[in-house]
T-cell receptor, first 116, second 111 residues
């Protein structure tokens, strides 16, 4: 079926505004992840959802960042009062439930966020 | 935290040449993943290695995980322009989901 879908693909916003980034995972994938990719920083883990379990939010850089996942499918990452340092590519990934042998993450094409 | 060092940071080769990219960790890797990324796109899964000494191949790309499970190499045979992109290694820290990634190796293949 279709891969991980993210929208918008590009977002330019003014400093101080709120933004919402959307991720539609692969059907049947119960695990969903958000990563941030900044120039020179590599990929940074933000948050992980697995089924109905409490999400692991340990990677969120500040309380301006939040994410939710409705109905175990679509996820929204919200950044409030955006700052210039929030400019990055935000990548969403999904996978089958993690088992003892791991499960590869399938990534979307990302949302490129630019804060002016 | 588990850091992953990739080398080289960038690589330029002539079409048809072989090349190797390395990924090294200071700690034992529970699982090692190789991904490829083209500009403006997401990461494309290449291979996953879990056992010491494991080796996997797909088309002209071979990945190995050493016996100590602290280093992995990605080897491309007879490179083509389509191989160009950023190669990233990722490893789980034992939690099975919170992957740590290296900073990537930028590969350019000149025709």
């Amino acid at each position: 079926g279709a891969g991980v879908s993210q929208s918008p693909s590009n977002k330019v916003t003014e400093k101080g505004k709120d933004v919402e980034l959307r991720c539609d995972p692969i059907s049947g994938h119960t695990a969903l992840y958000w990563y941030r990719q900044s120039l020179g920083q590599g990929l940074e883990f933000l948050i992980y959802f697995q089924g109905n379990s409490a999400p692991d939010k340990s990677g969120l850089p500040s309380d301006r960042f939040s994410a939710e996942r409705t109905g175990g499918s679509v996820s929204t990452l919200t950044i409030q009062r955006t700052q210039q340092e929030d400019s990055a590519v935000y990548l969403c990934a999904s996978s089958l439930p993690i088992g003892p042998f791991g499960s590869p993450l399938h990534f979307g094409n990302g949302t490129r966020l630019t804060v002016t | 935290s588990q850091e992953l060092e990739q080398s080289p940071q960038s690589l330029i080769v002539q079409e048809g040449k072989n090349l190797t990219i390395n990924c090294t960790s200071s700690k034992t890797l529970y699982g090692l993943y190789w991904y490829k990324q083209k500009y403006g796109e997401g990461l494309i899964f290449l291979m996953m290695l879990q056992k010491g000494g494991e080796e996997k191949s797909h088309e002209k790309i071979t990945a190995k995980l050493d016996e100590k499970k602290q280093q992995s190499s990605l080897h491309i045979t007879a490179s083509q322009p389509s191989h160009a992109g950023i190669y990233l290694c990722g490893a789980d820290k034992g939690s099975n989901y919170k992957l740590t990634f290296g900073k990537g190796t930028l590969l350019t293949v000149n025709p």
